[in-house]
């Protein structure tokens, strides 16, 4: 029998962070960590996933994160206020799923935020580059990985291109002509949203 995308889906992305997982708990970096939790300096900015991530956040949204807020309120909410915003990376704007400082997805957050660590606590400030200071061993294994996982999507026949973490998620909530939203996702899986 012909398995549903959506559980191939989840099948591949949660192979792909338990994996990476095992590259986290091996980094030689670990004691130097700086993330301390409730500090979210890495959530302001633009967020770059897969779009298989984005497609399995969507589908856990509904039973994960519907209860815990609004979520059609507050994605129209987050909508409004960043398409007011000119220029987008020059603000650095919170990441859609950071509330009171809080990762409202944080079990469910994409790779690139699960092999994010600072080495250096002074650094998560204003005005510098984030990618001058994370722990380097995470970041390029985690590198390899991301490219082997791609490359199983593809054999797979699932999506595997990158994309702006906001624009996904928005293409599936609120724009029901989009492809990503609605070809690969199911039309039952797809909600519109007119605002
Ligand atoms: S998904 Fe969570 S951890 Fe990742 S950037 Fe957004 S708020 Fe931060």
Redesign the pocket.
Known sequence: MKQPIQFKIARAVEKYYADLQLIIESSPNQSNWACKKTC?FC?NGP?VITSSEVLHIARKMESDIEPLINLEAHLKSYLDCVSKCKYYFEHSIP?V??KDEI?L??KI??SV?RKYFSLNRNNCIKDRPISTFTDPYCMKNGKNLLSTFRTQLTKLGLPESMEDFHVGIFNIFFNPNSSKGGEHYGEKNRRTISC
């Open positions: 979210s959530c967020i990441c799923f950071l990762c997805i944080y957050r994409p935020c």
